[in-house]
């Protein structure tokens, strides 16, 4: 009930679980408070934003949602690829079979390279999210896309990459310790 079909464990096309409802309403709306508090240029408190945005507060709350979907399901499914696929590698260079742990060292080396590829593949549909966020325009992924490139060039995906990277390297040295 609280899982979805995108999250791999249930089934059905069109399945609304509890974490489809926490997703889209709870966590994507305060993605886009974050993200107005750390790019507006005046100072806005959370109740300001509330207060400017009164009229119109649930389009402008959800704002860059579908793209927080994507860069979400991209990222974790990067993650576990990514991990299967290095562990492998990793029990192969060992010579460890498959139900044999890997030591921590090399899982954490492991770990850090999850890290660099989850960040690496997130950082463009992260800049994109938060582009959609905060412009005032009803624009779209592509538009945004263009628009970015346009500006910004190839390096305008990756902008703020190092406290992204720090941040997924991280979350990987627990997540891939755990999945292991």
Known sequence: FFFQAEDGI????????LGDVYKRQILNPFERLKVVTMTTSEKISYVGFLKEIKSKWGPELRRGMLPYFIRQIVSWVTLLETDIILKLQARKMLKLKPEEQI???PLL???VLVGVAVSMIYMPLDI?????????SNSSMKEAYKNISANQGFTGFFTGWRIKTAQYLITCVFAVIVLE
């Open 10 to 17: 249930r089934d059905q096309p069109r399945s609304r679980g």
């Open 128 to 136: 994109i999210k938060t582009h959609l966020q905060m412009h005032k």
């Open 103 to 105: 030591p921590f060292k």
């Open 109 to 111: 080396v492991v770990s």
